[in-house]
């Protein structure tokens, strides 16, 4: 796993594009994301739109990170949190229904399944986008984020709630404690999303023992 400086917080319109330009990559050919929007010449300019809307929403809070390379991004909802403001979801219905006019009520349900299988019964961080640019993809830089995110957020004494929209991601979110809680199908003909719940790690010394 590749370490080196440690990430920083995304702030400022350069940086926003910067993370942006890193899921249109990541996602491209996400097998769910590819079928939400399944024209191949126009996904990245659909893809741009879509997730400079949800890396706008997080903003809010702060929690969008680079790592120090900007190679790598995550996007973080806090607990009692919302990925959009109002008016952003308002956006998000005109916009998919200029893009996609008819297909869009394919991604209209999608989206109902995701929220519906999104737990509320207990406050948690959000893992909402984890994307590495696939031209530096193998080097760790994505799992090397997540790991420091995590540590944040086990600080917190906080859980971790994210969708693994594709299927190949699962055994590595296991890797770092999470677990499987279940799995829908967001299009007939898409892959299983599945959904993950990873409680708080104690923080440990360097000796791998928990600390008191």
């Known amino acids: 796993m590749s370490r080196g400086s440690p990430p920083f917080v995304v702030q400022g319109p350069a940086q926003a594009e910067r993370a942006v330009a890193i899921l249109v990559e990541a996602f491209h050919d996400d097998p769910t994301w590819a079928c939400a929007f399944p024209d191949v010449a126009k ?8 997730w400079r809307l949800f890396i706008d ?7 969008v990170w680079l790592t120090h390379d900007e190679v790598a991004v995550s996007v973080w909802i806090p607990p009692g949190g919302s990925e959009l ?3 952003q979801e308002a956006e998000l219905g005109t916009g998919l229904r200029e893009r996609l006019g008819p297909g869009a009520d394919r991604v209209f349900g999608a989206l109902e399944l995701f ?17 590495t640019d ?10 090397g984020l997540l790991a420091d995110n995590l540590a944040v957020v086990d600080r917190l004494g906080s859980p971790v709630y994210l969708e693994a929209s594709n299927p190949a991601n699962v055994a590595l979110y296991e890797r770092f404690g999470f677990v499987v809680r279940d ?3 967001p299009f007939p003909d898409g892959p299983s999303v599945t959904t993950m719940w990873r409680e708080p790690h104690p923080p440990t ?8």
């Open 43 to 50: 996904r990245r300019e659909q893809h741009r739109w879509l």
């Open 57 to 63: 929403g997080a903003m809010r809070y702060p929690l």
């Open 85 to 87: 403001t109002p008016a």
């Open 115 to 131: 929220e519906a299988h999104h737990p509320r019964d207990e406050p948690h961080h959000y893992l909402s986008l984890l994307g």
């Open 134 to 143: 696939p031209a530096y993809r193998g080097h760790g830089h994505g799992l």
């Open 183 to 185: 799995h829908f199908e």
């Open 205 to 212: 010394t360097s000796n791998g023992r928990a600390l008191a």
